[in-house]
């Protein structure tokens, strides 16, 4: 039977086409807007987690409590033993030490004194270590706009927008005022060697990057740091970050608010919400989509029926089951599910390729203080060759179930009228 209804959708093209273009179009639309969900939920997942939170994090519980306020009081000390401790228990997660502080950036005149001033927010990495790895995680090589990047202590970049509001330029003496991880004054004297243009404003509008040994040394935070973030070795992972923070928390018996503590990024009060909104965004899309196919293809079943009328009136009168008809019906709508799914899916991944090179939206991104990219791309993954079968096939089903149940509804008296005539 199948070889037979699959002739009859190649030959018949007025029964077949029009649902077919139909589920492509569906399919097309389904599997583009999966892969670029997925993209742009994920580059801003992976942004954030790569300048600001990890995939995994670790921090004082006093810190964590009231992390908006960069409390370096509340710093992670005793680091030696807690990465040793770390990289024992978790051998696959790459572990770094960050310094975040707010400050003022002063910058002197000829004679010393106060030409200019503006508030900064400090980032302190590893830049200066021969194996690290966080000038290419932050893509600092790449953002390098202006001079070079630091080979020495004493060396700093600024964001290429605030050094031009300082009006300053590479070489020139940068004095940063902070404080200390006791609540004293800081103040030092860097020299500015480059700057960097990340396209995010939340970045750009007044970033000063350090190296994590002179911030330890001007904020008086010998073996001590405000975070400890873990990286995977590839993409975050829900399920494996609520692995790791379940059994490192597990092993917490203390309840100080010095004590350490993990987080994921689930754990952020704001992309926690962004993560769960993307998980439940492909099954939402799905179904939106599987309700209006359905509906255009009962349409179309319907339609179809019609132009079928006197088909289904001669296998009737000739004693074919009601049911075997409404069955096989159901089954040619399969295989023209399957049919349109496939052309659909070929269709989406085509025009998801084109947008894996990204879209800049930095135009219209330049006032926001979020943590996010200026350029989003899609993301084809596994899912996104199979999603579009979802309502591809279902929608089909669906709308022949709905308009095949007149079948039922026809009498063998009307149907000899209608030969008759």
């Known amino acids: 039977m199948i070889k037979f209804l699959l002739k009859g959708i190649l030959r018949d093209h007025h029964r077949s086409l029009f ?7 569906g399919v097309a639309l389904t599997v583009v807007l999966q892969s670029w969900v997925t993209g742009v939920f994920g580059d801003l997942t ?5 300048f600001n939170t990890g995939h995994v994090r670790v921090m004082t519980k006093g810190y964590a409590e009231n992390i908006d306020q960069i409390p370096n009081d509340y710093a992670l000390t005793d680091l030696d033993n807690i990465i040793n401790n770390l990289n024992k228990d978790f051998p696959d997660v790459t572990w770094e030490k960050r310094i975040k502080f ?3 950036i002063d910058i002197p005149d000829e004679n010393g004194e106060t030409k200019i001033q503006g508030p900064a927010v400090g980032l302190a990495i590893d830049m200066l270590s021969k194996n690290s790895a966080e000038l290419d995680r932050l893509k600092i090589r790449k953002s390098l706009k202006e001079g070079k990047l630091p080979t020495k202590p004493g060396e700093i970049l600024l964001s290429n927008q ?3 509001k300082l ?3 590479s070489g020139d003496i ?9 609540g004293s004054m800081a103040i030092n004297n860097f020299i500015m060697s480059g700057t960097v243009e990340f396209g995010s404003a939340a970045m750009d509008n007044g970033a000063v990057i350090i190296d994590i040994a002179d911030a330890q040394n001007m904020l008086d935070m010998d073996d001590a740091t405000s975070e400890l973030l873990g990286y995977f070795t590839h993409n975050y992972n829900q399920i494996k970050a609520t692995k790791i923070v379940n059994k490192y928390n597990a092993t917490l018996k203390s309840d100080d608010e010095f004590s350490p503590i993990m987080q994921s990024i689930a754990d952020d009060r704001f992309l ?3 993560i769960e909104y993307a998980e439940s965004f492909s099954g939402i899309m799905i179904f939106i989509f599987l309700l209006i196919m359905s509906v255009v293809l009962w349409n179309s079943g319907l339609l179809g029926a019609l132009r079928r009328y006197g088909e289904v009136g001669v296998r009737l009168a000739i004693g074919e089951a009601k049911g075997h008809i409404y069955l096989s019906m159901i089954v040619e709508s399969i295989m023209i599910g399957i049919i349109g799914s496939i052309v659909g899916t070929i269709i989406g991944l085509c025009f998801a390729s ?3 090179k990204g879209i800049d939206i930095g135009a219209i991104m330049k006032n926001t203080t979020m943590m996010m990219p200026s350029v989003f791309r899609a993301q084809i993954t596994v899912e996104t060759f199979y999603i579009g079968f979802i309502p591809g096939i279902f929608s089909t089903v669906l709308g022949t179930i709905l308009s095949g149940i007149g079948i039922y509804k026809r009498q063998t008296a009307e149907l000899f009228k209608e030969l008759e005539a």
């Open 354 to 356: 084109l947008l894996v």
């Open 174 to 182: 940068v004095t940063i005022i902070s404080s200390t991880m006791y």
């Open 19 to 25: 649902p077919v273009m139909i589920v492509s179009i």
């Open 272 to 274: 926690g919400s962004y």
């Open 167 to 169: 009006n300053i330029q």
């Open 46 to 50: 992976e942004f954030s987690a790569k």
């Open 102 to 104: 707010g400050g003022l």
């Open 162 to 164: 605030f050094a031009n």
